[in-house]
């Protein structure tokens, strides 16, 4: 199902819709690649955050919001979807770590200008369409010298046709990718956690995720544009001791699954 009409209050309701069962899973430990993969490489990437003031984009239930805020920094948090921040507020509220959580979206922030040191976006930037109104109103409420950090599925190995060569063993051996410069935004994709039990599966609905696929070159002019300074790029690949222990992520030492991307903002302003 294509939507080329979808907008960011679009795209929030169909997060409304997943985040029931999404906190449900992801919070059973059933979000395999996050936690074990994606979100760890995040976290190695990214600069010490101790006493420093964040802002965390597209945050869902709050889990990797309360693991920068363990780092010591000062979170506040935003999602377009309101039952993913009355989950995450209920575990503040459960677990108080300080952070604030306010339901609002990527596209229109509601901060003062140079209101915090540093931003982050695990696998949020992806999912809006006004992509670049997002990057320049974090580039607007990150202060000058401070950071975006963000996370999103590789596009180079990840665009709308994507297939996992499978050996015998159901091992794969290769990715084949196509479509890699067709313009798919809006394209509703169903989905669940591959990991989670069947009794589950048939129990809870479908994922309803839309995508917004991107060129790399695309992604990179996106951040040149805003404003930002490129300073580094991670494909984050398992170690053969994380694969034994959860095999799904085999697909992921063959071919990057994910790209991590950090920008700086100048400290000096050079925008006109």
Not at 7 to 31: C, I, M, P, Q, S
Not at 92 to 97: D, F, H, K, M, Y
């Amino acid at each position: 199902m294509l939507r080329l009409s979808m907008n960011h209050l679009t795209v929030g309701e169909y997060w409304n819709g997943n985040a029931e069962a999404w906190t449900k899973l992801a919070r059973a430990g059933f979000d395999v690649y996050r936690d074990h993969l994606n979100t760890p490489a995040f976290l190695e990437l990214l600069p010490s955050v101790a006493g420093l003031c964040g802002l965390d984009l597209g945050c869902g239930e709050g889990h990797n919001t309360r693991l920068v805020a363990k780092r010591g920094a000062r979170m506040t948090a935003i999602d377009i979807a309101e039952k993913f921040i009355r989950h995450a507020q209920a575990e503040e509220t459960r677990a108080p770590l300080g952070i604030t959580y306010r339901h609002a979206s990527a596209v229109e922030q509601p901060f003062a200008d140079a209101s915090f040191d540093f931003a982050t976006a695990f696998m949020s930037l992806m999912d809006i369409p006004e992509t670049a109104r997002a990057l320049a109103e974090t580039f607007r409420v990150v202060r000058p010298g401070g950071f975006l950090q963000f996370s999103l599925t590789h596009p180079c190995f990840n665009p709308p046709h994507r297939r996992n060569c499978r050996d015998e063993d159901r091992v794969t051996y290769a990715i084949e990718v196509g479509d890699y410069f067709i313009d798919a935004r809006g394209r509703v994709d169903e989905w669940i956690f591959g990991t989670a039990p069947e009794s589950e599966k048939r129990r809870l609905p479908m994922f309803q995720v839309p995508r917004f696929h991107r060129p790399l070159g695309e992604w990179l002019n996106l951040l040149v544009d805003a404003g930002f300074i490129l300073e580094r790029f991670a494909e984050p690949c398992p170690s053969e001791e994380t694969v034994r222990a959860h095999p799904s992520l085999q697909d992921a030492r063959v071919a990057a699954y994910f790209l991590h991307i950090r920008v700086r903002k100048p400290a000096v302003a050079t925008r006109t």
